[in-house]
């Protein structure tokens, strides 16, 4: 790694820590999205009662098995890859890797950040049809991975999804 | 998070998000979503608060049914530990 890109990933990962001290940072993080400022919104129509609903959870929190791959946190620009999930995995096999940041919390409980217990016992009580397979990332992606998790990743995940019958996404930040 | 949130909507499929930056979400416009102004990190809220992690799971969950624009940010104000939760009795909705 260069000298460069160790300055960015110290700047990306003091950027993280600062963002909800200073909006101002937000604000000009946000306008990385300009690109796609003026587009239009989709929306689609949830039919179903949630008790039939079958469900899965996104988070942008950077959690895997302990058997994946970690994210690459080498990358200052970020990593838009994803993990897929299974429902019934249980916490202890799962772990977050990311260093944008503190995630002691959520890994002391990971309903927090990533509510895999409690979507299981919705479903066991029939509050929800089902959980399905659920999905992480990583947050803090810029360009040019921006492209990638928008024409790539995103769109298979969004595949995944269909052909698992989901009817609803609930997505969770870091 | 929010732009993961649109591909999936564009493929049918309602989504909800929960934002703890409004500055971000007004930028990026995500389908729907649920602010909450709380620590990073905790988006359902504290370890081991279980009707406070419910709440914010139904109130998001409900967001599918309620919302009838694109790129509405709800606002219930829950501040932080500085509430009485009190887990949902009911989850019946749509």
């Known amino acids: 790694m260069s000298d460069y890109d160790r300055l960015r990933q110290r700047m990306g990962r003091a950027v993280g820590q600062l963002f909800s001290q200073l909006p101002e940072l937000a604000r000009v993080w946000g306008q990385l999205f300009d690109a796609i400022e003026g587009a239009p919104v989709p929306l689609a129509r949830l039919a179903k009662p949630l008790h039939q609903c079958r469900l899965a959870f996104i988070t942008t929190g950077g959690v895997h098995l302990r058997s994946q791959p970690p994210f690459d946190m080498n990358d200052s620009r970020g990593d838009p890859s994803y993990r897929a999930i299974p429902a019934d995995t249980p916490a202890e096999a799962l772990t977050i890797t990311h260093d944008y940041y503190d995630h002691s919390d959520a890994e002391r409980d990971l309903n927090i950040l990533f509510p895999l217990e409690l979507g299981r016992e919705l479903a066991a009580r029939g509050a929800i049809g089902g959980l399905g397979t659920c999905y992480s990332f990583m947050g803090h992606i810029e360009p040019p991975h921006v492209t990638t998790l928008l024409q790539q990743t995103a769109p298979a995940v969004a595949v995944q999804l269909r052909q698992e019958q989901i009817d609803a996404v609930l997505l969770t930040p870091a | ?94």
């Open chain 2, 1 to 94: 998070m929010g732009l993961i949130a649109r591909v999936i909507e564009a493929a049918g499929i309602p989504t909800v998000c929960v934002i703890g930056l409004r500055e971000i979400a007004e930028r990026v416009r995500p389908p729907r979503a649920v602010h909450l102004k709380w620590p990073f990190g905790h988006p359902l809220g504290e370890p081991g608060n279980r009707a406070q992690q419910l709440c914010v799971l139904y109130i998001a969950l409900q967001a599918l049914y309620t919302v009838q624009e694109s790129g509405t940010i709800l606002d219930p104000g829950w501040r932080w530990r500085r509430e009485e939760y009190e887990e949902p009795d009911t989850w019946v909705m749509g």
